[in-house]
C-alpha cells in the first residue's frame, strides 16, 4: 500500500542527488574559467614573488603572468581526490609544456581518471632554464589549490619525453621540496640521469628514493640510444633509487603511448 510513496520518494532523492551532482560538476571553474570534464581549459594565473624569482633565472623577462592548461576527466568532482599528472617537455623547437599534454598525455591520462596540468609563460622564455619551467609550473599548481580546495594534498606525478624527461628528472625532487605528494615519474627517450642530479641538487629526502620511476626506452632509438638510456638506468639504481621499472619496446625516439597507460594505472597502486 506504501509502496507507491516510497518509490515515489526514493525517486526524488536520486533526482536531488543528480542534480547536486551536475551542479556541481557545471559550476567547477579554474581561475575563474568554467572548466568541462573531457576538454582542455586555458587560464592566465598570477606568480609569486617566488615563482618570479625561479622564472627570472638565467636573465629572462618576468611575465606579467603565466598561462596554466588543465583538463580534468570525465565525473570529475573537485570535492574528491584525484591524481594529477604534470606535464614537462623539451625544449627544442620552443616547445611548451601544454603542448605536450595535448598531443601525447591527454587522452591516455584522461582515460584513466587523472587530472592533467602545465604551466608555461605567455610566450617561450628567452633562456629556458629549469627556473623557468619551474615556476611556470608551480603557478599552475597553485592556481589549481585555489580552484579546488583540498587539491594540494591530491597525489602527482610527473611525465616527459625526452628534454622533458630530463625536465622531469631534475625538477620533481623539488616538487618534493615544495611538499607535493610524488606518486610516480614517467620518463622516456632519456639519455641522461638528471633524476640523481636533481636529487643531489635539491635533497628531498631518503623516502623520495622510492619514488615509482617507469623508464621506457625505444630499442632502435638513435637519439637516446638504447646503451645511453641503460646507463641512465644503472646510474639512478647507484643513486639508490630502487622502484624503477624500465620497459623497452620495438621503436625509435617516440612515447610508447601503451607504456604511458601502463605507467599511470602503477602509479595509482
Known amino acids: 500500500m506504501h509502496q507507491p510513496k516510497l518509490l515515489l520518494r526514493n525517486g526524488l532523492v536520486f533526482l536531488l542527488a543528480l542534480s547536486a551532482f551536475v551542479l556541481n560538476a557545471s559550476a567547477a ?31 629572462n623577462a618576468v ?23 604534470v606535464a614537462f617537455s623539451t625544449s627544442d623547437m620552443k616547445i611548451q609544456n601544454r603542448q605536450d599534454l595535448e598531443r601525447i598525455y591527454r587522452p591516455m591520462a584522461l582515460a584513466e581518471g587523472w587530472v592533467l596540468i602545465a604551466g608555461d609563460g605567455p610566450q617561450p622564455a628567452k633562456q629556458d632554464s629549469s627556473g623557468w619551467r ?69 635533497n628531498p629526502g631518503p623516502a623520495f628514493l622510492g619514488t615509482k620511476v617507469f623508464f621506457s626506452s625505444g630499442s632502435r632509438d638513435t637519439t637516446s640510444p638504447l646503451a645511453q638510456q641503460n646507463s641512465a638506468r644503472a646510474s639512478m639504481q647507484r643513486t639508490g633509487f630502487t622502484n624503477i621499472r624500465h620497459e623497452i619496446f620495438v621503436g625509435r625516439h617516440a612515447v610508447k603511448r601503451t607504456h604511458v597507460t601502463a605507467a599511470l594505472r602503477w602509479f595509482r597502486q
Open 29 to 59: 571553474s579554474f581561475a575563474g574559467v568554467p572548466i568541462t570534464p573531457g576538454a582542455t581549459v586555458r587560464a592566465n594565473v598570477p606568480l609569486s614573488p617566488l615563482q618570479q624569482r625561479y622564472a627570472a633565472e638565467g636573465g
Open 63 to 85: 611575465p606579467p603572468h603565466a598561462v596554466a592548461v588543465i583538463a580534468v576527466p570525465q565525473g570529475f568532482d573537485a570535492r574528491k581526490s584525484w591524481p594529477v599528472l
Open 134 to 202: 619551474i615556476g611556470m609550473t608551480l603557478a599552475a599548481l597553485d592556481a589549481m589549490h585555489r580552484s579546488f580546495p583540498g587539491s594540494n594534498k591530491w597525489p602527482i606525478a610527473c611525465a616527459g619525453f625526452s628534454g622533458g624527461a630530463k625536465r622531469t628528472g631534475l625538477l620533481s625532487p623539488l616538487l618534493a621540496i615544495a611538499g607535493y605528494r610524488i606518486s610516480g615519474l614517467f620518463i622516456t627517450g632519456l639519455n641522461d640521469d638528471t633524476l640523481s642530479q636533481g636529487y643531489q641538487k635539491y
